[in-house]
Every structure is written in structure tokens, then in C-alpha cells.
């Protein structure tokens, strides 16, 4: 499928936008934002109850709507102790409308009285391109890790800080970007991703 010459990113979330210009910047593409669009920018869905059916449907409405291929990722933490939720839901764990700290305090109440060795989670993503024409791919990218018990650290997003992952005795949130970008889901799904798109080139 190679790299196209033009590349959507199918977010409006300004924090993964960051994210992604770090780990894509040496993707050979001129990217497409809803910082840069001119006109309105589609709005997109994630009705699915899997990673990479939510991945596939934001990626294909943002290329159906700009004729130009989009990517897109889905992700979510799944927790050991609580039968992997709240997984694809991670992002409306405590309601539709939660922020960030509402869906951490809503982990942190359902994990109550679990103790260290029973804390494990991962971090799960699913990053995909879809072109106008219906082709797709996919690549999946995973970081394990465990959670701490009270929030740590002002950097990254959603869970971050509450993350530890495995290996080091911080949260993600207390990471340098570089770091996380390093060892995260989303890095790893979309250099996995970027593997894909180069062997078809």
C-alpha cells in the first residue's frame, strides 16, 4: 500500500495530536490535522466494542470526508483485576461526558483494597490507515505495566498518571515524552504501523 503522499490524522484531541507528531515525525508524509483543514472538520464515532473496529471507523470517516487516506487509533487500559475493563471504554469509564480525573477516580474507587501484586494493567492500541477506496490496515501496539494508587506526575493524558509501566518506578505520567513515546502503546502500534506501510512502499 506504501505511504500516500498526503496523511489525515483522524483527531481533535490536541494531546495525542502532540503525541503523534513525535512518533511519526520521520513518516514521509504531508500530514492533514484539524488544526491545519480548512472547512469543517468530520466529526467521528467510536460505537464499536473493539479497538480495531473504533480504529477503522474514525480513519475511514475522516478519508471518506477529505478524499484523502486518514489514520487513526483506538486504545484503552485493561486492568487484570477488574476482567480488563475498562478497555474500549477507557476514555467514558465514569460517564459519557468524564474527564480525565473522573475516570481516574472512578478506577481508583473500583480497585479499593486490591493489593500491590493484583495492580497489573496494560495499556492497549490499535493504529490504523484507511484509504477513500475502503483498503485498510492495522497494527497493534501493547505496554505492560501496573497501577500505583494514587495519581503521580502532570505529564501525558487519561491514565497516565496513575500507570506505572513495567520496569520502571515511575508513572507514565512522570515520564519525559521521549520516554513515553518510547515505550507506549501508541509508539509502538504506530511504528508497527509505519513497518507495515515502508514494506509495501
Known amino acids: ?11 481533535s484531541n ?32 467510536e460505537p464499536h466494542d473493539t479497538y480495531v473496529h473504533n480504529a477503522f471507523e474514525k480513519a475511514h470517516a475522516v478519508a471518506e470526508a477529505l478524499g484523502v487516506p486518514a489514520m487513526a487509533d483506538d486504545s484503552g487500559l485493561e486492568v487484570d483485576a477488574l476482567g480488563g475493563a475498562p478497555g474500549v471504554r477507557s476514555a467514558r469509564y465514569a460517564g459519557e461526558d468524564a474527564t480525565d480525573a473522573d475516570n481516574r477516580r472512578q478506577l481508583l474507587v473500583a480497585m479499593k483494597g486490591v493489593p500491590g501484586a493484583g495492580r497489573t494493567a496494560r495499556y492497549r492500541c490499535v493504529a490504523a490507515v484507511a484509504w477513500p477506496d475502503g483498503r ?7 505496554c505492560e505495566g501496573a497501577l500505583a494508587t494514587k495519581p503521580r506526575g502532570e505529564g501525558g493524558f487519561g491514565y497516565d498518571p496513575l500507570f506505572v509501566p513495567a520496569g520502571w518506578d515511575r508513572t507514565m505520567a512522570e515520564l ?8 507506549s502503546h501508541r509508539g509502538r502500534a504506530f511504528r508497527a504501523l509505519r513497518e507495515l506501510l515502508a514494506a509495501d512502499g
Open 1 to 11: 500500500m506504501a505511504f500516500p503522499p498526503r496523511l489525515a490524522v483522524a483527531s
Open 176 to 183: 519525559a515524552p521521549e520516554e513515553k513515546d518510547r515505550i
Open 136 to 142: 485498510l490496515l492495522h497494527a497493534e501496539g501493547v
Open 14 to 45: 490536541p494531546h495525542k495530536l502532540r503525541e503523534l507528531a513525535a512518533i511519526c515525525a520521520d513518516w514521509p508524509v504531508e500530514w492533514v490535522t484539524f488544526e491545519t483543514h480548512e472547512g469543517e472538520w468530520p466529526k467521528v464515532e
